[in-house]
């Protein structure tokens, strides 16, 4: 396995910069964000260090380059936006770009990160037609460039504004079965982050077995649940009321068991650290120094 980031902590820097901070701070990868420029729709949504718009061939090779200068991996590039928003015409702009950033992976010959998306006002049943009707023609497009898609399991489900379902309808096993049965295909696979299962008060180690060959990515970041709140609300509470995003560590995830797990189920590819921890501030170097410390948790693991 392979340590490293995700570049939408450190917006204000280019990816040479980024490339340049992992290297010097020991990591081997980074996933790569390509949103397009614009308006952040939320924090960290939209920060680009990769414009994949019209990306060229030239372009691949001088991404390449810069990579293989700093010795530092590229582990995917990363776009997290909803692809099922009722919304339709936010829904097609956004299903263009991820055929972008798709396009853009072939040429650097990486995978692609992001989410399934969700009306949130609907059901899981309710949104299947849609899901199947948006997301067979995505994957299909994937695999004829071959490149593979990985979901991340986050709910997106964390204040009143995606209220009452989130915002991403792959969060569960149940549903990631019955995703892969409607759509199977060896480029439809996982992005798989502990923390989510932490937040839906489920175990993390439980699904890397039967989804091993789904693992396409890791992201390391961790979850507490803030139990004397949840006594006060209860769970049927904005999860932003009863729960705080930490670095890995700092949490309700068991590292050494998840890790070990991962690795008994063979998987050997990158686990890059995601920082959403504002107790080491909001400014640059708090976030430069909350993924030192999270490297340094994760480390042991990760023999150089």
Request: proline letters at 7%; glycine letters at 8%.
């Amino acid at each position: 396995m392979q340590l490293g980031f995700v570049t939408a902590i450190l917006p204000e820097l280019s990816l040479e910069e980024v490339l340049r901070f992992a290297r010097d701070e020991g990591f081997g990868c980074i996933e790569v964000m390509c949103w397009p420029f614009g308006k952040a729709e939320r924090r960290f949504a939209g920060v680009t260090h990769l414009d994949v718009t019209g990306f060229t061939k030239a372009q691949a090779e001088d991404t390449l380059s810069l990579a293989q200068k700093y010795g530092v991996a590229i582990s995917a590039l990363g776009y997290y936006p909803n692809p099922l928003d009722p919304d339709a015409a936010h829904s097609k702009r956004v299903v263009a770009h991820l055929r972008q950033v798709i396009l853009a992976a072939e040429k650097l010959g990486l995978n692609v990160n992001t989410f399934v998306g969700r009306d949130w006002t609907k059901s899981v049943d309710d949104n299947w037609p849609r899901f199947l009707k948006v997301w067979r023609p995505i994957i299909a497009f994937a695999e004829d460039h071959g490149v593979k898609i990985g979901i991340e399991n986050c709910p997106m489900l964390f204040t009143r504004h995606e209220w009452p379902g989130g915002t991403n309808l792959a969060t569960t096993p149940v549903i990631w079965r019955r995703m892969f049965s409607d759509i199977p295909s060896k480029n439809f696979g996982l992005n798989y982050d502990p923390s989510h299962f932490i937040l839906q008060r489920m175990d993390p180690v439980s699904p890397l077995r039967e989804f091993r060959d789904k693992l396409f990515h890791l992201h390391a970041k961790d979850m507490r649940i803030l139990h004397d709140r949840l006594n006060e609300v209860g769970i049927f509470a904005h999860p932003k009321e009863w729960h705080q995003q930490r670095i890995p560590g700092f949490g309700d995830v068991d590292w050494p068991h998840f890790l070990g797990a991962v690795m008994e189920v063979g998987y050997d590819g990158p686990v890059c650290i995601e920082v959403e921890d504002d107790t080491f501030g909001q400014t640059l170097a708090g976030r430069q120094r909350a993924v030192k410390v999270a490297r340094n948790v994760l480390a042991p693991f990760f023999p150089r």
